[in-house]
């Protein structure tokens, strides 16, 4: 393997939905909605993954899980990020780190957070030191901030082994 280091991106976004399990880094968290979308939804496992997948070079999330597949259909998004992490696991690669953010006006989410970060490190089969997860709010401000739905935007180095 000629490169020692990678960086990969991601980023995802559902809307919120009435009568929807709420998933936010593999940990339900109650509230009177949940994230839309064909799997679980879980923007944070989504941008994880996204990022992991971009640093390797193989293409986004969609591309390896297809909505249109039913196998897919409610998947949990921490299966699909270790199958993920499997492929570049594969590959050589190791966690350098992971910087995660979630944007979301409620629920506040700080309670959450030391959970969610032990789910995605478990699933990348990380040190919890290596992985970072905060929120943020958009202070009301567009259609996060309305509560129409959230976001997630994530960034890891990969190390060569």
Known sequence: MATRYRVGNGFDFHPLEAGRRLVLGGVEIKHDQGLRGHSDADVAAHALANAILGAIGAGDLGR?????????????????????????????????????????????????????????????????????????????????????GMAAAAIVMLEAD
């Open 64 to 148: 390896h899980f297809a909505d249109s597949d039913p196998r897919y259909k409610d998947a949990s998004s921490i299966a699909l990020l270790e199958a993920v992490w499997k492929l570049a696991g594969g590959q050589g690669w190791r966690l350098g780190n992971a910087d995660l953010t979630i944007f979301a006006e409620r629920p506040k989410l700080k309670p959450y957070l030391d959970a969610m970060r032990e789910q995605l490190a478990a699933a990348i089969g990380a040190d919890q030191s290596r992985v970072n997860v905060k929120a943020s709010s958009p202070e009301g401000i567009g259609a996060l901030g309305r509560g129409d």
